[in-house]
C-alpha cells in the first residue's frame, strides 16, 4: 500500500485547504486517518473514517474540519475550513487493517504512512 499526500501548504488564519490521500496497492483497509505532527509534539489523530462510512474527529477540529474518501478514485480528503495558527504541523495519511466499532486513534494501530504534507497556518 502506497499513501500519497497533497494539498498543503501556508495559509492565513480562518482560511481553508484541503488535503488529499491518494493511495494504490492491492489492499483490504478498515480505517483511514489523518494525523497532525507539531513540531517538537507528538503525532495525534485529528479525524477518521471506517471503511463503512463513519468518521470521528479530535474536539479541536469539530465543526472545521471534514474527512471523506472517493472509494472509487481510491482518495482520502480532509477539507480543513477556519484554519487557525495551533493548526499548523505537519499531516499524514495513515491506513489501518484492524477492524473493530471504531477506527483507532492511536499511531501505532495504522500500519500504512504517507510521507506528510506541511500545514503553516500564520
Known amino acids: 500500500v502506497q499513501l500519497v499526500e497533497s494539498g498543503g501548504g501556508p495559509v492565513q488564519a480562518g482560511g481553508s485547504l484541503r488535503l488529499s490521500c491518494a493511495a494504490s496497492?492491492?489492499?483490504?483497509?478498515?480505517?483511514m486517518a489523518w494525523f497532525r505532527q507539531a513540531v517538537g509534539k507528538e503525532r495525534v489523530v485529528v479525524a477518521t473514517?471506517?471503511?463503512?462510512?463513519?468518521?470521528t474527529y479530535a474536539d479541536s477540529v469539530k465543526g472545521r474540519f471534514t474527512i471523506s474518501k472517493d472509494s472509487v478514485k481510491n482518495i482520502l480528503y480532509l477539507q480543513m475550513n477556519s484554519l487557525k495558527p495551533e493548526d499548523t504541523g505537519m499531516y499524514y495519511c495513515?491506513?489501518?487493517?484492524?477492524?473493530?466499532?471504531?477506527?483507532?486513534?492511536?499511531?501505532?494501530?495504522?500500519?500504512?504512512w504517507g510521507q506528510g504534507t506541511q500545514v503553516t497556518v500564520s
Open positions: 473514517i471506517d471503511r463503512a462510512g463513519p468518521t
Open positions: 496497492g492491492d489492499y483490504r483497509l478498515q480505517c
Open positions: 495513515a491506513a489501518s487493517e484492524i477492524a473493530g466499532d471504531f477506527c483507532p486513534s492511536l499511531p501505532r494501530d495504522y500500519k500504512y
